[in-house]
């Protein structure tokens, strides 16, 4: 994995360039964004990899009275081929540390990149192979839907999809066929809460940057705003769209556009207030450029406060107890991620009662490139994560090896009628409370045991 680092530190400028697109129109996003976790991500799998999936010795401690004798070994092993379903939004990241956890665990790879997203993706998959991975190990598809069922139709150990909640139900419909398992991370409706005495500018700074961040397009970008009601943060609705007012015009990725509009059409019609004034529907839809959007006075059931958007929109709710917040988000059919702000103290605890797979604290988006950390969803956000020991090891499966050391092995003897004496005693011994009970147990044994071997003979 260093020398795929290598080889992709020195390709930097070639797979900035062919990772612009509408959407990717800052070279330095790609950069922080993509390159920056990859290569780091690929530092954490060659330092930790080995270890991660090193065979586990199941020895004498914490062994069962009645497994006396057997020592086992628990394994990590491939599961063969993996086909890896990339996305358009982020695809040197995603399917670059996806590849490499796959490959680090022994598998083959099938990636079959996102449609606009094939020549940044040749260079990543060149990239590998110039590192010193073979040819036959990495096979780079078609980026149509009809070579993703192609490739799951001639059989794989383990899908992995980055994408929508609607393709992600389509590709486990044909899993579901040759029962074959999968890691989807699908979707995201997140949330941001600020709690009271939360630091408004970090609260400001964090929305706007995640909003805007690749154009909207983010999976776990900011869609709703939680705002709890205090005169600590009674100026956060009026800073935010401040600076959103100021914020350049961004591209709609084609797939998104007519979704995104048909939802803040609808939302408007239904007395949503767009809080900016610079939302054009015939614009976005005929164009798919935008403005950021910030609404207000949604209606608590509008769907749009369910729906995956992607793109930079917010609706801002403001309420008047934690435990309002907290079941707007676990409510919520997608959670996957969260934002809290406030003192560490409260937020933490805010945190913890949320049913999300990530939340950050006083921060947005970033944190989740750490390559220690495992990303995945709940609910409609999907399932199974990736990155992290816990993505290395989800490229595997488990093989148990268990062996019995000499002759005693007393499930294998002529049942008699001293058995069940036998193992109930056992059973007390081994786990009753209490001196008492234990020494009791203890004579109840010595003399079943006494009873199994008079009648073995």
Known sequence: MGRARDEIASRVDQLTRLSRSEQRTDDAETVASELIPLCDALRWIGKHGRKTLAPRKVGLTGRPVWMWGVRSVVQRVPLGRVLILGTWNYPLLLPGVQMAQALAAGNHVWLKPAPGSEAVSVELVAA???????????????????????????????????????TGKQVLRQSAETLTPSIVELSGVDAAIALPGADVNRVIDSLAFGLLFNSGATCIGPRRLIILNHPTTSKITH?????????????????????????????????????????????????????????????????????????????????????QAIRMVNECPYRLSASVFGPV???????????????????????????????????????????????????????????????????????NDADAELLSGVLQLSHSEGWGRRIAALRRVTTAASRWRALKK
């Open 128 to 166: 590998f192979v110039a590192a010193g991975v073979p040819e036959s190990a990495v096979t780079l598809l078609g980026s149509s839907t009809e070579a993703a069922i192609e490739a799951q139709s001639k059989g794989v150990g383990l899908v992995v999809l980055t994408g929508s909640a609607q």
């Open 345 to 415: 103290s409260e937020a933490r605890e805010c945190a913890e009662r949320l049913d999300v797979g990530v939340v950050t604290i006083n921060d947005m988006v970033a944190p989740t490139a750490d390559p220690r950390l495992p990303f995945g969803g709940r609910g409609q956000s999907g399932f199974g994560v990736t990155r992290g020991p816990e993505g290395l090891l989800a490229m595997t499966g488990c093989r148990v090896i268990a062996t019995r050391r000499g002759r005693g092995a007393m499930h294998l003897s002529p049942r």
């Open 239 to 323: 800073r935010l769209i401040d600076r959103l007012r100021d914020a350049n015009e961004v591209s709609v990725h084609p797939v998104a556009r007519s979704g995104v509009a048909d939802l803040i059409d609808n939302a408007l019609e239904n007395g949503a207030e767009d809080s900016l004034g610079q939302y054009n529907s015939e614009r976005l839809r005929n164009m798919g450029k935008m403005h950021p959007v910030a609404l207000q006075n949604v209606p608590d059931d509008h769907a749009i406060l369910q729906s995956d958007v992607f793109a930079p929109v917010i609706s801002i709710i403001p309420v008047q107890k934690i435990e």
